[in-house]
């Protein structure tokens, strides 16, 4: 086999080494940067914990704070104001404090409704109503 020259050999160890390094497992923890979002005045929620819409009369979509006690898995249900009938919910992963989300309502008839925040054991932890117009 035919003997490498001096200066490729050390081009060769020095991509090497550089490769290796590129490869290597970072070892420092990532911290993401924390992010203040400002809660409107309409949708600040003085307890602990509960859902709050920004209007009671909607159209299409409405916006509304979940403020939990802890992270989690929560769902939001919405239920008829009439015969208390679930009519969708969703399943969300909420963190402590202010969530600020948005409801879709086109789909929903015209009529009254109830929105409800849940723990993922189905146990109400707040309630609101509102009414598709």
């Known amino acids: 086999m035919k003997k490498m020259s001096y200066n ?3 081009w060769y160890y020095f ?3 550089v490769l290796f390094l590129a490869c290597a ?3 420092h923890e990532h911290i993401e940067p924390f992010v203040f979002i400002e809660v409107p005045e309409v949708l ?3 307890d602990e914990i509960g859902i ?3 209007s009671t009369i909607v159209t299409n979509q409405v916006a509304m704070n979940v403020k939990l006690p802890e992270d989690g898995v929560y769902r939001i249900k919405i239920r008829h104001g009439m015969n208390n009938e679930l009519i969708s919910q969703e399943r969300v992963n909420g963190t402590e404090g202010d969530n600020i989300l948005k409801v ?3 789909t929903l008839d015209k009529s009254g409704y109830m929105i409800q925040l849940t723990d993922e054991f ?3 932890l ?3 109503s509102f009414v598709v117009n």
Request: no cysteine; glycine share 4%.
């Open 104 to 106: 879709y309502t086109s």
């Open 122 to 124: 189905h146990n109400v």
């Open 15 to 17: 991509w090497l080494f």
């Open 25 to 27: 497992k970072d070892e």
């Open 8 to 10: 490729f050999q050390k």
């Open 52 to 54: 709050k819409l920004e």
């Open 44 to 46: 600040q929620i003085a």
């Open 126 to 128: 707040g309630a609101s």
